[in-house]
């Protein structure tokens, strides 16, 4: 992750002051995500995650921060916020909005065990019954399907742009009108999952691209984020997350005749960001081909015969 913005002892003293933490012992940058600036902080006793938002405007970033919360006073765990001392979800720090939590400990887990993956699929279908709040975004931003069109303006003749069209075609059909939405995070990636020491449970975060959308789609997208072996898809380890899913939530028929194209879906939409991402907005000659190992996870899905897929349903 790029670094954007350099802190200091004093400028973290003075950020830290306005939510009373007066004692610092250490603080380092941390990896993550491309939007933000992350420093893990050391006080006596307890550590937090520091978060400078890049290139969110201060009420993009209090809308994140209030859906933390909200998240919190309904029972779903994830990143706990911390206010500052006036009550605030945020600051701000050289014009840019800060938002404090606590740090979680444990760690990134790429292979998971059959056990957590139940685990999180129980996560996600809690996700999917909380209400959602009146500021979340009610369209798909990351890797929208009306955004693929986008690739016209940089790369119209490409063979990428030809496949995305083709794509796109597939996966309308099983848009349909009747399948359910919920709150989603819409970005479940091994990468924005915590594990906790034991493998017994993990913590869903980065609620960045959180929005109301097909609840199909989230679990489409964590099966591509989750349950992914190099450019295939581990039916047995799908089988385990839509287990853990339908313990709490029943899948509509509707939504199993959908799931196959939506997980070819998520995986499509990843390769159209990062295409997007590093051949035209942020560019980037050494990832240019980031986005390709996700086209063939789609290609990989979309081989799958109608009824292989389904085994991830059998009990």
């Known amino acids: 992750m790029a670094q954007y913005t350099v802190l200091n002892d004093e400028s973290i003293q003075t950020i830290l002051i306005h939510y009373g933490i007066e004692k610092v012992t250490s603080y380092k940058i941390l990896s993550g995500g491309s939007e933000n600036t992350n420093y893990l902080i050391n006080t006596n006793g307890k550590a937090f995650v520091l978060t400078v938002c890049e290139q969110k405007s201060v009420q993009e970033a209090e809308e994140l921060a209030s859906l933390l919360n909200y998240l919190e006073r309904n029972n779903f765990s994830t990143s706990k916020l ?21 740090f979680i400990e444990g760690d990134i887990l790429q292979d998971f065990p059959d056990n957590l993956l139940v685990y999180l699929g129980e996560e996600l279908a809690k996700l999917h019954q909380v209400k959602v709040p009146n500021y979340v975004p009610k369209t798909l931003n990351y890797g929208s399907i009306d955004r693929f069109d986008e690739v016209q303006v940089y790369a119209p003749d490409s063979s990428f742009y030809k496949w995305l069209k083709e794509v796109k075609t597939y996966i309308k059909k099983y848009i349909y009108p009747e399948l359910p939405k919920s709150l989603i995070h819409s970005d479940i990636f091994y990468s924005n999952i915590i594990v906790s020491d034991d493998l017994k449970t993990g913590t869903i975060m980065d609620f960045e691209e959180a929005c109301y959308y097909y609840r199909v789609f989230d679990i489409g997208m964590m099966i591509v984020g989750t349950c992914c072996q190099e450019e295939t898809i581990n039916l047995h380890k799908a089988k385990k997350l839509l287990k853990g899913y339908q313990q709490n939530i029943k899948l509509k028929e509707v939504e199993i005749e959908a799931l196959q194209a939506f997980t070819i879906y998520g995986a499509t939409a990843t390769a159209f960001w990062r295409h997007q991402n590093f051949n035209y907005i942020n560019v980037i000659p050494s990832m240019k081909n980031h986005y390709v190992s996700m086209k063939n996870l789609a290609d990989s899905i979309l081989s799958i015969s109608i009824n292989e897929f389904k085994t991830v349903f059998n009990k």
Not at 91 to 102: A, R, Y
């Open 82 to 102: 911390v206010k500052a001392k006036t009550g605030k979800l945020t600051v701000t720090f050289s014009n840019k909005p800060i938002i404090l939590k606590e």
